[in-house]
């Protein structure tokens, strides 16, 4: 097998939640340029629209689905556009997330702890388990959930938030385990503070920047682009014996190095 078989998605469905911009976005023009046909899925189709004529002018597959990850019937009805449309699926991107609360935990209202366990958590295992039969059917498939440097260590102001993503790294796990006779490989990627329109609050704070870029030995935040080797490495061949674990992406700033000058 050659390097290029290793990491080809030609001929494979995937399946790219918050498609609509930053990573999720990014994830889905490597998946069709690697030839994957991908089902877009966010909130509102219009945000969808230009991401899938983008794909499609540049000679990819997309077609966009309006599905909220909160939502367990938007999900089911996600899973059978995509057979619909593409015949099949072989990878799943769990990369919606919400965090409506920014601050001490103790100010977290249970209308938040709701909100961001059920989009963060329970979206993500309502999507793997609508679609896993269908990778079964395929003979195997790929799930990607993508967690965060916050489920893995405290992050101040992010603390429901990240809870809800050390959830999703002790679900890979399980899943992982769980699948692997069918031929499914599950994994995690955790992105460390990535310049997106989700993580605005950091990078868009000259303060706040500083101080994560001073705290992170490569002394800058991170851009989409850097976690697509890692995407496409999880979703292809190259990684069929790579199960259960979690990938850190983030300029090494969870290795609480005391080297901040």
Not at 62 to 74: L, R, S, W
Not at 108 to 113: G, R
Not at 151 to 167: E, F, H, I, Q, R
Not at 229 to 241: P, Q, R
């Amino acid at each position: 097998m050659t390097s290029s078989d290793l990491y080809s998605l030609g001929g494979k469905v995937a399946i790219v939640t918050g498609a609509s911009r930053g990573i999720g976005k990014a994830l889905a023009h490597v998946y069709a340029k690697a030839g994957a046909r991908v089902v877009l899925a966010s909130r509102k189709l219009d945000g969808l629209q230009p991401v899938a004529e983008a794909i499609t002018a540049a000679g990819g597959e997309a077609y966009p689905v309006a599905a909220h990850m909160g939502d367990p019937e938007a999900i089911v009805a996600l899973v059978k556009a995509a057979v619909l449309h593409f015949g099949g699926i072989d990878i799943i991107v769990n990369n919606a997330a919400t965090n409506p609360h920014f601050g001490p935990l103790l100010t977290a209202e249970d209308s938040m702890w709701d909100k961001i366990f059920d989009v963060n958590l329970r979206g993500y295992f309502r999507l793997i388990r609508e679609a896993v039969p269908y990778l079964q059917a395929r003979g195997g498939g790929k799930i990607i959930n993508m967690a965060s440097i916050a489920g893995l260590m405290p992050t101040p102001g992010m603390g429901v938030y990240g809870m809800s993503k050390a959830a999703v790294i002790m679900m890979t796990k399980s899943l992982a385990v769980e699948l692997a006779h069918s031929n499914i490989q599950v994994n995690a990627i955790a992105p460390g503070f990535i310049q997106t329109k989700f993580s605005q609050a950091i990078w868009g704070n000259d303060q706040l920047n500083e101080m994560v870029s001073k705290a992170t030995p490569a002394k800058r935040i991170g851009n989409v682009e850097e976690l697509l080797g890692m995407a496409l490495y999880l979703a292809s061949a190259a990684s069929n014996f790579t199960t259960g674990q979690t990938f850190v992406v983030d300029g090494g700033l969870s290795l609480g190095s005391l080297n901040i000058s």
